[in-house]
């Protein structure tokens, strides 16, 4: 089975760009059919575009509440037969309801070893704490924040001398390898 992903995204798009790449290759068991961004500036819209993928923006601040807000957004899926919501630098919590929508079928990346330093600024943290490791983890979005089933880790020593920014560089080139990968788990568990 191809699964058909919808990656969401709210700036460049990283980590939406090493799953296009894995996409390229005619083995890899996904395609992407559409990118989807609540900021109507995101750069990572531009790649999509160039890339001849389906883009499709609706901008949050335009609505009074999230629930308007997410309405909006299972009417635009709707339009586009996926399997797969894939959150790639989406920068906006996902209500109990549209995550309810979407049983295991939303995935993330968290740049910690979860279930340590869920939620905002996991690199501070680990290093603060005295971490001698961090990493970055594929999970499945459940209503409780970056707290479902973890689907693939990828560990990365912190290092003296780390600061909160020399790690997130070391971790984002992890999560590039570690999303396809994530994906490709989820595609071959389907098939079986």
């Known amino acids: 089975m191809v ?10 798009g990283s980590n939406m760009l090493s799953i296009l790449k894995a996409c390229e290759n005619p083995d890899y068991p996904a395609e992407v059919k559409l990118v989807f961004s609540n900021r109507p500036d995101a750069a990572g819209l531009k790649v999509a575009q160039e ?9 949050h601040k335009a609505y009074d509440s999230r629930e308007a807000f ?3 957004v299972s009417k635009c ?10 959150l790639a630098g989406f920068m906006r919590v996902l209500s109990d309801s549209f995550v309810k929508q979407w049983p295991e079928r939303i995935i993330n990346i968290h740049p910690s070893l979860l279930p340590e330093y869920k939620g905002l600024h996991p690199h501070e943290r680990a290093i603060k704490d005295g971490k001698t490791e961090s990493g970055c983890s594929v999970h499945y979005v459940t209503p409780e924040l970056d ?4 689907i693939r880790q ?10 909160a920014e020399t790690l997130a560089d070391r971790i984002l080139a992890q999560e590039h390898i570690l999303y396809p990968e994530a994906i490709k788990i989820i595609a071959d568990s389907i098939d079986k």
Request: aromatic share 4%.
């Open 70 to 72: 997410e309405e909006q």
């Open 77 to 86: 899926l709707k339009n586009y037969d996926v399997d797969l919501i894939v």
């Open 147 to 150: 707290s479902g089933p973890v």
């Open 51 to 59: 890339k001849s993928i389906a883009v499709e923006v609706i901008d």
């Open 3 to 12: 699964l058909k992903l919808a990656i969401f995204i709210s700036g460049r």
């Open 154 to 163: 990828k560990r990365v020593p912190i290092l003296p001398g780390d600061t």
